[in-house]
């Protein structure tokens, strides 16, 4: 018969089990002290780096924006718990036709009546880069700003800007001709520039309980008076969010109109988990009209 020794069928006694597991516990806890604070410090920048990162993208995409806003179309407005900066861009620009031979077809853009069309001027700005949208876009000419009588973008009476209804071929070579809805444009352009805009733009800051965001509004029609966040929602304006946990924002703009060279500060702050990320951005627009 083959008998097993004891010592080599015995095995892990509970003591030595109870051991084992205080010391692995024992070597654990002292390693997750050591561990701790580089794993949260990680943590704590990898937030902050995200942070930055969606206050910068934010700043970014409003400064393409403005850049392109029409000259002195720029207005802000806040309360105790929303800044808001309304624009409108422009698509396209050229100069326009003044002055003919009469015995030509080309027509000049007319101050002293009603006009329904007229050609794109020289070939010094030949319209490129850009669709003219007829039904949907507007030229306007010489806007000097919100308030301003005959040269105000955003005014329901006595407007300058007008309707683009169609766009026929023009009466000389590599020129287009733009048709509007007759009006009679209250003031000419020094330089004889006029703009192509399609609609305002908006950007939101509203920090109040349960929103904190930034949202970007479009699409929507052009009103004398900037729309508050409110009546931008009602009405029907398309939307996007461009930054969430905004716990505070600053929207300012200097016209400069001495300058002819506006500035549009922006400020925004993010805060996640007890921690702010501010940025601050400077934003140049042409004010020429």
Known sequence: M????????????????IVVIVITGIIAG?????????VQGYVDAARRAEMTDIADAALRRMARDIR??????????????????????TKIGGRYRIDTDPTS??????????????DQLDVLSPLTGQTITTGTDSIVIYNLGP???????????????????????????????I????????????GNRFQVISGPVSYVCDTSAGNLTLTRYWGYSITPTQLSAASLAASGATRALSATNVSACAFDYIPGVTARSGVVALTLTITESG???????????NNVP
């Open 179 to 190: 048709q509007i809805a007759p009006i009679q444009f209250p003031l000419e352009s020094p």
């Open 68 to 89: 392109l806003a029409l000259p002195n179309s720029v207005r802000v407005t806040s309360t105790t718990t929303t800044s808001s900066i309304e624009f409108l861009p």
């Open 2 to 17: 083959v008998r097993r020794s004891a010592k080599a069928s015995a095995g892990f006694t509970l003591i030595e089990m």
């Open 275 to 285: 921690e702010s990320a501010q940025l601050y951005l400077e934003v140049h627009v």
């Open 105 to 118: 077809t080309a027509d000049p853009l007319s101050f002293s009546a009603p006009d329904m069309q007229f």
């Open 30 to 38: 002292a390693v997750a002290v050591f561990i701790r604070l580089p």
């Open 147 to 177: 308030g301003i009588t005959g040269a105000d973008a955003y005014a329901s009476t006595n407007p300058n800007r007008s309707l683009v209804t169609g766009l026929p071929v023009g009466a000389l070579g590599g020129e287009q001709r």
